[in-house]
């Protein structure tokens, strides 16, 4: 399975963007996926995921009310849509899919995309 991760830019402090991510290559719809995020000179740090049945998930603390991410399974994309942008979000932000649990730490996550960056500046 491959994932593609599109959606990054440049966006001002306060300013929103979606975030998509596509499987290729095999069925994801059971699986779990998720979100994580790499900023300069820090480790990668888990973001946001969904269970398979798009109801159940799991958030960091720092994104809590402003992120939200959904999936298409129909179109085998998950989503990240990210509001109140902050510069502190800054950082490479990475799709990946079916660790053992939503709680699993990132080296269980088996499939990871490459990365699309997101810069919060004014």
């Known amino acids: 399975v491959q994932l593609q991760a599109s959606g990054g830019g440049l966006v001002q402090p306060g300013g929103s963007l979606r975030l998509s991510c596509a499987a290729s290559g095999g069925s994801l719809s059971r699986s779990i996926m998720g979100w994580f995020r790499q900023a300069p000179g820090k480790e990668r740090e888990f973001v946001i995921a969904?269970?398979?049945?798009?109801?159940?998930?799991h958030s960091a603390e720092s994104v809590k009310g402003r992120f939200t991410i959904s999936r298409q399974d129909a179109a085998s994309t998950v989503y990240l849509q990210m509001n109140n942008l902050r510069p502190e979000d800054t950082a490479v932000y990475y799709c990946a899919a079916d660790p053992p649990n939503l709680l699993s730490p990132r080296e269980l996550w088996k499939y990871w995309g490459q990365g699309t960056q997101v810069t919060v500046s004014s």
């Open positions: 969904v269970q398979g049945n798009g109801r159940t998930g």
